[in-house]
């Protein structure tokens, strides 16, 4: 099965792309595979590169792959619940990440969690640096994941659904956490993400992903304006609005049907058979991912 | 568009009651857990027992001098008495000097069987969990070689193979004791390694582990930081229990005539020694099978307690 299939996703430096579409999509996939953290076996990479800095990362092995991890690149996961180890103090969980990538001592790395905590806004964090993960809040936790993504100064950050666990308004803290160390940091933010309303705040460049493919790329403002993969656009058809007239009498739009399974993806467009501009056409070849305007890709032969 | 996530004010600082956070003292995962065991009355007085026999053997012997080979046989068979409190054996030996000593022998061959059969099963559980695949399937078959062997015939015929020659490389007393060890801990070990390795399987997929790996944690740091103390809490569990089957095996070695030498009283030989004279002598075999009763009795209790205060599931 190929869970992701001919992705091709470019980041620049200190650029925030977001990565969107269903679950069961591929999003999360694509972004445990830039850091090989899918298990090989069963897992492979049949084809194709990750391209970091100039450097192909596929044929590295787990060594090189750690010094990677966290150094240059971060990882903020979507379940801060259940992310952190239970018998630590979150302390020693940012300071193990510094002492492995930095060698500092123990105490310097400790001094240097406290200084993390205090970064990503939890309050007191000379005391909090001794607590356990069970003491924390799911959001403070998430902070605290952050705090260790971004302890070593990862050029790429990459944030797997980061507020899918959190209740509404600590997803707005944690997005504003994000785009402020972004800012204060300067490095760039692979957010991935299904609410296109997270998009639209924090993105420069949107991906959309559709059944393991890349569907539609653009800047978020074109996106936004001028979407053209009829998936993209039944997407931001189906965000809740409150501005439209009648939003409170009308139904919310959503897109028909489900992702299909990858074990057998239909022919041609794998939209096809939940699109409404669908023809014949669609389902006899694959659409290949053309430019329609600078920066903006598309998968559509519409 | 950018109204759909409401923003909030609050961005830094999260809302949660700071004063609070900071009064609240430092629950450690070993203070909850010793919380959670002072609620399980019978293990806390079985450790206060558990201790009692500890310290006794440990210290005993300085205070109740009388020397555990003094023969005075005007005093044979007798009676617990002033002169005896625990009477005496069939050479008038004191029975509360020879219990003391060898509580000593039979505590530390439970205690030195425990760590043999924790280290390796833990290790095997450990390599098998954590590689899965064709090294878990021959360790697991391995494991199970083991369980299927009968205990009781191999100890035998292993002591009779090795006594002599580890007699003669460490003296009658060490060699005795490092073979009962090695053998009582080499067949206990089983129960632990499936218990390590089922941890682990479930363990090793959770997101923490998943999350020390994306942060560049090697796969020897991921096993040793954040997998195995996360699965110690029932290793501990298990290791108090071989505690007490590791001295009811030495007794029963012992009782055999297999286990130390007879001028060596561990509780088990004290036992053998006594059989024969039952009926007149009731006390020599009493106060032993006491010894042991109580303490295996004990260390189970205590495993009982450690296994509600370690078990997270459970509300206590």
Request: aromatic residues 6%; contains cysteine.
């Amino acid at each position: 099965m190929r869970a992701v299939d001919g992705v091709d996703i470019r980041i620049g430096a200190g650029e925030t792309v977001c990565v969107v579409g269903e679950s069961g999509c591929g999003k999360t996939v694509t972004a445990m595979t830039v850091l090989k953290l899918i298990a090989m076996p069963p897992g492979k990479i049949v084809a194709g590169r990750i391209l970091w800095r100039g450097r192909d990362l596929v044929p590295l092995d787990t060594d090189s792959m750690r010094k990677i991890r966290a150094r240059e690149i971060g990882i903020v996961f979507q379940e801060p619940m259940t992310s952190l180890n239970p018998v630590f103090t979150v302390g020693e969980q940012i300071a193990e990440v510094l002492r492995l990538h930095e060698g500092l001592s123990r105490r310097a790395a400790l001094d240097r969690a406290t200084e993390m905590l205090r970064l990503v806004h939890i309050p007191n964090p000379q005391r909090r640096v001794h607590d356990y993960p069970h003491q924390f809040s799911g959001g403070m936790r998430q902070r605290v994941m952050i705090a260790m993504a971004l302890a070593c100064n990862p050029k790429l950050v990459i944030a797997d659904e980061p507020t899918t666990a959190l209740d509404v308004t600590i997803q707005a803290q944690i997005l504003d956490l994000i785009a402020e160390m972004k800012e204060r940091l300067g490095m760039a933010v692979m957010l991935i993400t299904h609410a296109m309303g997270v998009v639209a705040e924090v993105a420069q460049r949107v991906v959309v992903m559709y059944a393991g493919k890349v569907v539609e790329e653009a800047p978020v403002g074109e996106l936004f304006a001028n979407p053209r993969h009829p998936y993209t656009q039944g997407l931001i058809r189906s965000i809740p609005r409150l501005d439209r007239a009648g939003a409170g009498k009308a139904r919310l739009e959503a897109i028909p049907g489900t992702v299909p399974s990858l074990l057998a993806p239909p022919p041609g467009c794998r939209f096809a058979p939940r699109c409404r501009h669908a023809t014949e056409a669609c389902r006899a070849a694959e659409p290949p991912l053309r430019e329609v305007a600078p920066g903006h890709k598309v998968a559509c032969i519409l | 568009m950018a109204g759909s996530i409401p923003a909030s004010a609050t961005a830094d600082g999260a809302p949660v009651p700071a004063a609070a956070a900071a009064q609240r003292p430092l629950v450690s995962p070993w203070a909850e857990a010793w919380r959670r065991f002072r609620k399980h009355r019978l293990a806390v007085v079985s450790a206060v027992i558990l201790a009692f026999i500890i310290l006794a053997v440990l210290f005993g012997p300085f205070i109740w001098t009388v020397p555990i080979n003094e023969i005075d046989f005007r005093a044979r068979l007798q009676g617990p008495s002033w002169d005896h409190p625990l009477g005496t054996d069939d050479l008038g030996q004191d029975l509360l000097a020879r219990m003391l000593y060898g509580g000593r022998i039979s505590l530390a061959v439970g205690f030195a069987a425990m760590l043999v059969a924790v280290l390796i099963g833990t290790t095997v559980g450990a390599v098998a969990g954590i590689a899965s695949g064709p090294v878990d399937a021959a360790l697991m078959w391995v494991t199970d070689l083991f369980l299927s062997l009968p205990e009781l015939p191999l100890l035998l015929l292993v002591i009779y193979l090795f006594r002599e020659p580890l007699r003669a490389l460490v003296g009658p007393e060490m060699g005795i004791f490092i073979l009962i060890v090695a053998v009582i801990g080499g067949f206990r070990w089983m129960p632990v390694a499936r218990l390590v390795r089922a941890q682990f399987f479930s363990l090793r997929e959770k997101e923490f582990v998943e999350a020390a790996r994306a942060l560049g944690a090697s796969t020897p740091r991921l096993v040793v930081r954040h997998i195995l103390p996360n699965a110690l809490g029932p290793v501990i569990v298990a290791a108090t229990i071989d505690i007490a089957a590791a001295i009811i095996a030495e007794s029963t070695l012992s009782f055999l005539g297999l286990g130390f030498p007879p001028d060596v009283p561990t509780w088990g030989r004290l036992l053998y020694d006594a059989k024969d004279q039952l009926d007149y002598a009731p006390h020599w075999a009493l106060f032993p099978g006491l010894a042991i009763f109580l303490t295996v009795l004990t260390i189970n209790f205590v495993g009982d307690g450690l296994r509600d205060a370690l078990d997270p599931r459970r509300v206590v």
